[in-house]
């Protein structure tokens, strides 16, 4: 049995920010992530961040990753695996790990899940034809393999994502047909949405997708015009002729491990599923067992930065370590989190954290700040 | 309207776009920034002082169009490439735009391409003047077009010949 101080499950934004935080206080850290590379979903952001200077600001995201993995390589107190897939969290605190067909048994004295978030699918007909594709795996093909995923996109969803990844296509030389959104308004920053529209690509609101058509891969697709209830209306077809459709209809948190774990979960619309209740220091109703990130509830990377900071220290001070200043750090981290999410865009966030919080079992991580 | 088009309306834009007194002289901002979101660099790469400190970082930006004198510091930091630099005074017939082009291939000065308005719909031919790709602009290039005076506060993007 290997025995860790801090077990981070997740090497995304959230999860980065967390090992940097609990190794500056002194902690041994192990960085557990399934993938060959950390860095989670930043690796694909060719895009600037939104936010202020300290969450990189105006800075694009595959270059916040390498400022973050910079600062990891150089502590000596973080050590990352790649490749590994956790199993299971058990009921007497033992983590297990798959890497490369071997089976390895921990013992972490804390843990941060920060597993980050999966894409929600689309039921529509021939919906399992080649050529239709979630967007992150768009993404994936295009900006970390460099590889054109078609010519001619029908994209699904205008949050930030639909938004983001049509503007990447159109970079890549591959032409967006048009952006259907359910909703009556567009759900991404309209600086998104007004970028694409100066490129030419239509954005119809109000609209979903009807079915898709094909012989051996996808060749066409009907979109149609909702009602108020979100049923189609007949008459209002279109036909585009396309060879990808991209999904990008929200994600939904990786809460699997939290589940096994024995945490108190609520479901809450607004973070995309359910989501751990957590006291503000992002510990979860199990002692020890901290959440950063999309997984305590889908929002921005820049925001996932900030709460892996806060769980780093939470989980770092809750097995004693300190910083001279770490009320001050705790506050300021704090600060920018409720500035992030203190806007109209912020306001479900704020419902939803709400209706998370606990103050009972969790306790003693806040005891550990004084 | 704007949040279900994504498109800006004449009165969104009335409500950035400088007076007609303030363009004739000389360069400036145009933000089109319509929606409360935590963002902010546009107020750290100001050196001028005319885009004002945020408040709150969700504050719309508070652009100060007397102080501005179009250095475009802005352009390329805004994360929603929301900024372009108008100089109403660049000739008699014509006005030069500054705005960020993240395509390529990139144009290259003196070619004509189309200028686009902000529906991306061809409103009529402009020249580039000046391309700058500087390694300060983190790959978000400026082209500064020469735009004939009544269409410059319509033509927001340009396409190259195909």
């Known amino acids: ?370 | 309207m704007l949040a279900s088009t994504g498109v800006p309306t004449q009165k969104d834009l009335d409500k950035v776009f400088p007076s007609d007194e303030r363009l004739s002289k000389g360069p400036t901002v145009i933000v089109e920034c319509f929606q409360n979101i935590p963002c902010n660099p546009c107020y750290t790469a100001c050196r001028t002082g005319s885009i004002k400190e945020f408040e709150d970082i969700n504050d719309l930006p508070n652009v100060d169009h007397d102080l501005c004198n179009g250095c475009s510091l802005c352009v390329s930091n805004c994360p929603g490439l929301a900024i372009s630099v108008l100089d109403m005074t660049y000739s008699d017939e014509e006005a030069l735009l500054k705005i960020p082009y993240e395509l390529i291939p990139l144009p290259t000065p003196n070619q004509i391409v189309k200028g686009l308005d902000r529906e991306g719909k061809e409103i009529c031919e402009v020249r580039v003047v000046k391309v700058i790709n500087s390694k300060a602009l983190d790959k978000t290039p400026i082209i500064s077009i020469a735009v004939k005076k009544d269409f410059a506060k319509i033509i927001r993007n340009i396409r190259l010949e195909e």
């Not at chain 1, 300190?322 to 500035?339: A, F, P, R, T």
């Open chain 1, 1 to 370: 049995m290997m025995p860790v101080e801090i077990l981070i499950i997740g090497g995304g934004p959230a999860g980065l920010c967390a090992a940097i935080q609990a190794a500056e206080m002194g902690s041994k850290v192990l960085v557990v992530d399934r993938n060959n590379s950390l860095g989670g979903q930043l690796v694909k952001q060719t895009h600037m961040f939104f936010g202020s200077e300290k969450q990189y600001a105006s800075t694009r995201g595959f270059d916040i990753a390498e400022l973050l993995l910079d600062k990891i390589d150089k502590m000596d107190n973080v050590e990352v695996m790649k490749s590994t897939t956790v199993l299971g969290i058990f009921e007497d605190g033992v983590v297990t790990l798959e890497n490369n067909g071997k089976y390895i048994k921990i013992k972490p004295k804390a843990t941060i899940v920060s597993t980050g978030a999966s894409e929600k699918n689309l039921a529509f007909p021939n919906n399992d034809l080649p050529g239709v594709y979630g967007a992150g795996a768009v993404q994936t093909l295009m900006n970390e393999y460099g590889v054109k995923p078609g010519n001619n996109v029908l994209m699904i969803g205008a949050g930030n994502i639909g938004l983001i990844v049509s503007y990447q296509l159109m970079q890549a030389g591959v032409k967006v047909e048009a952006i259907v959104e359910a909703a009556p308004t567009i759900g991404g920053y309209l600086v998104h949405a007004s970028k694409v529209r100066r490129m030419g690509v239509p954005i119809y609101t109000g609209y979903s997708i009807k079915e898709a058509h094909g012989k051996d891969s996808l060749e066409k697709a009907i979109i149609w015009q909702l009602d108020e209830k979100w049923n189609g209306i007949p008459g209002t077809e279109k036909e585009l002729d396309v060879d990808v459709i991209c999904i990008s209809v929200g994600l939904s948190p990786l809460s699997e491990l939290l589940w096994q774990a024995g945490c108190q979960m609520k479901y809450i619309h607004e973070f995309g599923g359910f989501v751990p209740a957590r006291d503000e220091n992002l510990q979860t109703s199990v002692k020890g067992i901290f959440v950063a990130g999309d997984v305590a509830g889908v929002e921005e990377a820049s925001s996932a930065m900030v709460e892996g900071y806060i769980a780093g220290m939470s989980a770092a001070s809750y097995l004693g370590y300190k910083l001279y200043n770490m009320q001050e750090v705790k506050d300021d981290l704090m600060q920018q989190l409720n500035s992030l999410r203190h806007g109209p865009v912020g306001e479900k966030i704020r419902n939803g954290i709400t209706s998370l919080m606990i103050d009972n079992e969790a306790a003693a991580s806040i005891d550990a700040f004084k």
